[in-house]
Nanobody, 123 residues
Framework: QVQLVESGGGLVQTGGSLRLSCAASGRTFSSYVMGWFRQAPGKEREFVVAITGSGALRSTTNSVKGRFTISRDNAKNTVYLQMNSLKPEDTAVYYC????????????????WGQGTQVTVSS
C-alpha cells in the first residue's frame, strides 16, 4: 500500500509560480512511475505530467509544456511539480498519482491517488 500526500497548493496571480510536492510512503518509491493530474470545476480529471522511477523519462501534456516541470527525489520519496507562468485556466485540484512499473503511459491508470491540493490562479 502506498499513501500519497500532496502539499504546496494555494492562490497565485497570473504569471506567478507554485511548486507542489507529493510525499509517498513505502520503501519502493523508485519502482513507481509518478504523475500529476488535475481536475477543474465541472470538468473531468486530466493528465498533466509524469516521470519514470529513475527520472530519466518524462511525459507532459501540451497545454503545460514549457511551463510545468516534474521532478523527483527518490531519497526523499517525493515528487515535485514546478509550475511557472501560471494562467487562470490552470486553476484546479491537483492530484498526485503512482503506478507500479516502468511504463510511462500506464500512469493514466494509477494504482494510487493522493487527496489533492487546490491551485487557484487569479486574473
Amino acid at each position: 500500500q502506498v499513501q500519497l500526500v500532496e502539499s504546496g497548493g494555494g492562490l497565485v496571480q497570473t504569471g506567478g509560480s507554485l511548486r507542489l510536492s507529493c510525499a509517498a510512503s513505502g520503501r519502493t518509491f523508485s519502482s513507481y512511475v509518478m504523475g500529476w493530474f488535475r481536475q477543474a470545476p465541472g470538468k473531468e480529471r486530466e493528465f498533466v505530467v509524469a516521470i519514470t522511477g529513475s527520472g530519466a523519462l518524462r511525459s507532459t501534456t501540451n497545454s503545460v509544456k514549457g511551463r510545468f516541470t516534474i521532478s523527483r527525489d527518490n531519497a526523499k520519496n517525493t515528487v515535485y511539480l514546478q509550475m511557472n507562468s501560471l494562467k487562470p485556466e490552470d486553476t484546479a485540484v491537483y492530484y498526485c498519482a503512482a503506478k507500479k512499473g516502468g511504463n510511462l503511459s500506464n500512469i493514466k491508470t494509477p494504482d494510487y491517488w493522493g487527496q489533492g491540493t487546490q491551485v487557484t490562479v487569479s486574473s
